[in-house]
C-alpha cells in the first residue's frame, strides 16, 4: 500500500501591528509523526518581521524547526537558525519583509508542539497588511506485512 498524506493549507491576512499567532497542529496535545510544514509570512515592503515564541516543546535532535529569510526553504544559505528539544528560543527577526518556517517531525516521539507569534515593525499610519501562508504534509505510512 503506498504512504498516504494529509494536506493542509491556510492563508491568513492581517493589519500589521498585530500579532499573528502560528501554533504547530495539534498544539499543546502533540503534533503529528512525519510533518513537514512550511510557513511563509510576508509584510509590507520596507518593514522587517519579528517572531518571538511563547512556547518552545519538540523532541530532541529528531524534530526540528528551521527559520530563514526570504521565501525558499531549499535556499540553505538563507537558514538564520534551528531549534529542537524544549529550551526557549530568543526572538528572531528575518533582514526584510519575509520569513519561512520550517518544522519538521520524524516517525516517533511528540512533543507539545510550537507556539510563536510574528509581527511586522513599523506598521505606518495606514496600517499595513501583514499576509501567512502555510503548507502542511503529514504522511501516514502503513505498513501491511505478507500474511
Ligand atoms: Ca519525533
Redesign the pocket.
Known amino acids: 500500500m503506498l504512504p498516504e498524506y494529509k494536506e493542509c493549507r491556510n492563508a491568513y491576512f492581517v493589519k500589521s501591528g498585530a500579532t499573528l499567532r502560528l501554533q504547530s497542529n495539534g498544539y499543546p496535545n502533540g503534533y503529528e509523526?512525519y510533518s513537514f510544514c512550511t510557513y511563509l509570512l510576508e509584510s509590507s515592503a520596507n518593514t522587517k518581521i519579528n517572531l518571538k515564541f511563547y512556547d518552545f516543546n519538540l523532541?530532541d535532535t529528531?524534530?526540528y524547526m528551521e527559520i530563514g529569510n526570504g521565501n525558499n526553504p531549499g535556499d540553505r544559505d538563507s537558514v538564520i537558525a534551528r531549534y529542537d528539544g524544549t529550551m526557549m528560543p530568543p526572538s528572531i527577526s528575518a533582514e526584510s519583509n519575509t520569513m519561512w518556517i520550517f518544522f519538521y517531525?520524524?516517525y516517533?516521539?511528540?512533543g507539545k508542539g510550537f507556539s510563536v507569534g510574528a509581527t511586522a515593525s513599523d506598521p505606518g499610519e495606514m496600517g499595513n497588511i501583514f499576509s501567512f501562508y502555510y503548507i502542511c504534509f503529514i504522511f501516514r505510512v502503513n505498513i501491511e506485512y505478507g500474511t
Open positions: 509523526f523532541e529528531y524534530d517531525a520524524d516517533s516521539i511528540s
